[in-house]
């Protein structure tokens, strides 16, 4: 075991290396930049649910509709830098990890060299691990959710009520941390709590009430303000589940092949288990969760579903570590799968990589801070390009992370950009003076639409990124 646990511990720390030193040591496109404007804007309005004045949609401005837990963190840390705020997410991580291992000997009577293994397998999940690379709020989920789960088997064991109130308070800050971590608890709280019932474990129909606790806790602490956060994230599960999966608008079942990369150990926590399972008790609702993320998974058609296997993580890693036998042949299969992990990682880390900020962008940032330009643009193709809130003061017209993101950047705009005459109409429609265009990106139609010349004026290019500027701009045409 001491082998294996420290064959785990050189990948993750050789990994993190990696990711650090030539992954996240530049910017990379992503949702990092929306989270960093919020956060400011929390700062700047003095309000927890800020004004989100820097992205524009017909209609009345909109406040923040995300789960606000990361910004506010985020917004108490004024003085760290990018590369310094990207530590966030495996930070976290670490500490989820010492939940799993001190957890698991506390309260599902793990021996510390088992717990340990198991904090090294969540660490080494490649869903988990690649999400360390990008500034999310799933970190923040997982953690309160690990909590969560917990509190719950503690309570199970022959705990005290106060156990559950724990687990309120618990799922309360996952609901404020991320909008899928949300639907876990909803969905499963309810099917898994009735399951473990009928197997002979009814205390756990209080995950139905710790859930219940947590969403009244996370309304009155935020005033009736997280009502917004749930009124929009069902607003968007039901556009979901109209339109399908964001980019290829179309329902689909969950991918196996990336289900099993997601999370590799899932196989080996199943073999275990056949083999020689453990007491069951400790590690009913460990399994009850674990499959049902792993049920999700397959079944959530309305797309992404694949990331329901990160909340499976911290359950997967307890079952793993709970029942591998000590056997050579078992140790030897479980490093192969944490070598499996390590080079899925690895991939997944060089796709990150790939995603940096053109020099191009760099260099247009400081031209638009140069020149002063205010009013709304427009970036094409890609509509919701968060890094122009950030280093610029211009307003973006997109939709950010609310539920219009899909109707109105990519069916609104981006599916009819290239279409003659729609353009100049909707900036005209919308008071759209700059448009910058990613020329990399984009495809003939749209390209055209600027080579033609009227009603556009190139103002100035950096690379592959041109920025141009409505030609009735001099009338008025942006606030």
């Not at 971590?181 to 309810?190: E, H, R, S």
């Not at 056949?274 to 674990?290: E, K, S, T, V």
Request: hydrophobic letters at 55%.
């Amino acid at each position: 075991m001491t082998w294996l646990v420290a064959f785990l511990l050189l990948l993750v720390v050789a990994l993190h290396a990696y990711r650090m030193t030539r992954v996240n040591d530049q910017p990379t496109v992503g949702d990092a930049f929306t989270y960093l404007r919020v956060a400011r804007e929390v700062r700047a309005q003095r309000a927890l649910f800020p004004e989100l004045r820097f992205y524009y949609t017909t209609g009345e401005p909109e406040r923040l509709q995300l789960p606000p837990l990361l910004m506010w963190q985020i917004a108490l840390l004024p003085r760290v830098g990018y590369r310094g705020l990207m530590q966030l997410p495996m930070l976290t991580d670490l500490v989820t990890a010492a939940v799993v291992a001190v957890g698991g000997v506390a309260v599902l009577g793990l021996r510390p060299g088992a717990a340990t293994l198991g904090a090294l397998v969540l660490l080494l999940t490649p869903i988990n691990a690649v999400t360390a690379a990008s500034l999310t709020p799933r970190p923040l989920g997982l953690l309160w959710l690990t909590l969560f789960g917990l509190a719950m088997v503690r309570y199970g064991l022959g705990g005290s009520v106060a156990w559950v109130v724990a687990a309120a308070v618990c799922a309360a800050l996952a609901l404020l941390a991320q909008r899928m971590v949300t639907q876990v608890l909803f969905i499963l709280a309810p099917i898994v709590g009735a399951v473990l019932a009928l197997a002979g474990y009814p205390v756990y129909l209080h995950l139905v009430t710790a859930t219940l606790g947590g969403l009244a806790l996370a309304w009155l602490v935020t005033g009736g303000q997280y009502g917004r956060v749930i009124a929009d994230h069902w607003r968007r599960v039901r556009v979901h589940m109209r339109f399908g999966q964001q980019e290829r608008q179309r329902l689909e079942f969950g991918d196996p092949g990336q289900i099993a990369k997601a999370c590799p150990w899932l196989f080996l926590a199943a073999a275990a288990w056949i083999a020689a399972p453990p007491a069951l008790p400790p590690f009913a609702l460990a399994a009850g969760l674990a499959t049902g993320c792993v049920v999700l998974a397959f079944l959530w058609v309305m797309g992404n579903s694949v990331n329901h296997m990160y909340f499976a993580s911290p359950f997967v890693a307890w079952l793993v570590a709970g029942a591998l036998p000590r056997q050579v042949p078992w140790l030897v299969a479980a490093g192969l799968v944490a070598a499996a992990c390590a080079v899925f990682i690895w991939r997944e880390f060089n796709v990150v990589r790939r995603r940096r900020l053109a020099r191009g962008w760099e260099n247009i940032f400081r031209w638009v801070r140069e020149r002063g330009l205010a009013g709304r643009a427009l970036v094409l193709p890609q509509v919701g390009f968060s890094p122009l809130v950030f280093y610029t003061p211009l307003v973006l017209v997109a939709a950010g992370h609310g539920s219009k993101a899909l109707t109105f950047d990519r069916m609104a705009i981006r599916g009819r950009v290239a279409e003659p005459g729609f353009l100049a109409q909707f900036m005209r429609d919308n008071g759209v003076r700059y448009v910058f265009l990613d020329r990399s990106l984009a495809a003939g139609g749209l390209a055209d639409v600027f080579a033609a010349g009227a009603p556009f004026r190139e103002l100035f290019a950096a690379g592959d990124i041109a920025v141009f500027e409505a030609a009735d701009a001099v009338a008025g045409l942006s606030p």
